[in-house]
Nanobody
């Protein structure tokens, strides 16, 4: 499956952005999806994941709970990350990823998008 992420940009602290990741090539509903991010000089970290069926279970890293929401539209082959109350520490390149399983945690993702950059100014 090929993944194309978009929606990043520059936003002030407290603002919002919505990232999108469009999938193609294979049936989107076969994959659990996730978002990861990598800040400058840091390791890539897990952000959120959603099970492969629409309305499926979700899981978030502690630092984004209550601020970010992952969702998917299997009819549109797209996964979203709604990011609210953004903080400067959310600045990173954000990547979407796919795992060929019903539910995935922080590991086991086989396919990766190219990343979209999010910059949060203070």
């Amino acid at each position: 499956v090929q993944l194309q992420a978009c929606g990043g940009g520059l936003v002030q602290a407290g603002g919002s952005l919505r990232l999108s990741c469009a999938a193609s090539g294979r049936p989107f509903s076969r994959y659990a999806m996730a978002w990861f991010r990598q800040a400058p000089g840091k390791e890539r970290e897990f952000v959120a994941t959603i099970a492969r069926r629409s309305g499926g279970s979700t899981y978030y890293t502690d630092s984004v709970k209550g601020r970010f929401t992952i969702s998917r539209d299997n009819a549109k082959n797209t996964v979203y990350l709604q990011m609210d109350s953004l903080k400067p520490e959310d600045t990173a390149i954000h990547y979407c990823a796919a795992a060929g399983t019903d539910v995935a945690g922080q590991y086991g993702y086989e396919y990766w998008g190219q990343g979209t950059e999010v910059t949060v100014s203070s």
